[in-house]
């Protein structure tokens, strides 16, 4: 536990320093983050309705390619806890090992948790002034995206010290790899296809379902040669194919919450691929649950 603690401060310090908070002396930055005011969910603090990129509009002109669409639902394995605290951005596995992002402006960071009951191992915060988005694990790494702030953290998967920040353009939502590169969502229909060394545009793919562009993908899971997203503000899961961008199966993920845990909860949102058992752990942003699923 000592050895935990040790790494947030070091983790935190670096934080802090790179992201130029002067006056946060190692003093302050001693535990996780004190909430003395917390963030309100608000529209404001969600709003992600940016224009549609012009870009986007061209998708529409594109010839519908009718593809057979695959309708699954959800078999519950296991419900378990997550901290209705976390506004879940990014949700990943590596081996046993649990990430997660937040976001919201305050409250964002990465956190290691513990996937049988949500508990948080690990935590470094980022600072007021940056909102937390998706996150994926590169070999001993985490990368770590932000909504309108441009920049990813790339932070030690051991010692959870930021140890390199990318630039990127636009906005951040959703980050996956498939073992030789990186998929970023931005809000939009657009999978931006990212060198990992670099974090260099190398192509983009434009999700389409029926031919018709799929706006809002939000968080990603890239499993074989499919990538799962959660798509902004529904309950759906989108299985798609990576290279044509074509949703091949589309996952009912409504109801999984009882009324009562729904009342202060946000919208799914966290999709990880859990490789032992071939299954799926998925939650949502600010939800108290989080489920071992199968898509059938
Ligand atoms: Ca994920």
């Known amino acids: 536990m000592v050895a935990r603690i040790g790494f ?13 908070c002067a006056g946060a002396s190692d003093d302050e930055v001693v535990a996780p983050v004190v909430k003395t005011e917390p963030v309100e969910v608000t529209e404001s603090t969600q709003n992600k309705t940016a224009p549609v990129p012009e870009e986007i509009k061209e ?41 997660e992002s937040r976001g919201l402006y305050g409250e964002s960071g990465v956190s290691e948790i513990d996937p049988s009951n949500g508990e948080v191992i690990q935590w470094l915060p980022l600072g007021d002034e940056f909102f937390g988005e998706g996150l ?17 953290y790339v932070i030690d998967i051991e010692t959870f010290a930021v140890i390199n920040v990318f630039d990127y353009e636009g906005e951040g939502w959703g980050l ?5 590169l990186l998929y970023m969502s931005d809000g939009s229909s657009r999978l931006t296809v990212r060198d ?10 434009s999700v ?10 939000n968080e990603l899971e890239c499993v074989g040669d499919d990538i799962y997203a959660n798509v902004w503000r529904t309950n759906d899961i989108l299985m798609i194919d990576r290279s044509s961008g074509n949703v091949g199966a589309v996952i009912d993920g409504s109801g999984l919450l009882t009324a009562e ?12 691929y859990i490789e032992e058992s071939e299954t799926f752990l998925i939650t949502g942003k600010l939800w108290p649950s989080m489920f071992e699923v199968i898509f059938e």
């Open 59 to 99: 998708d529409i002109s594109v010839t519908p390619t009718p593809v057979e669409i695959e309708n699954l639902s959800i078999r519950i394995i296991e419900k378990r806890s997550h901290s209705k605290d976390a506004f879940s951005q990014g949700f990943e596995f590596s081996g046993d090992r649990l990430f």
């Open 176 to 180: 996956c790899f498939d073992g030789e």
């Open 136 to 152: 994926t694990v590169l070999e001993d790494t985490l990368i770590q995206l932000t909504w309108i702030n441009g920049v990813a």
């Open 261 to 272: 845990e729904a009342e202060f909860a946000d919208v799914l949102n966290g999709i990880a």
């Open 8 to 20: 947030y401060i070091l983790g935190a310090s670096l934080v802090f320093a790179m992201m130029g």
């Open 196 to 205: 990992p060394d670099s974090f260099l545009v190398v192509d983009e793919i």
């Open 208 to 217: 389409m379902r029926n031919g018709v562009p799929v706006q809002a993908i």
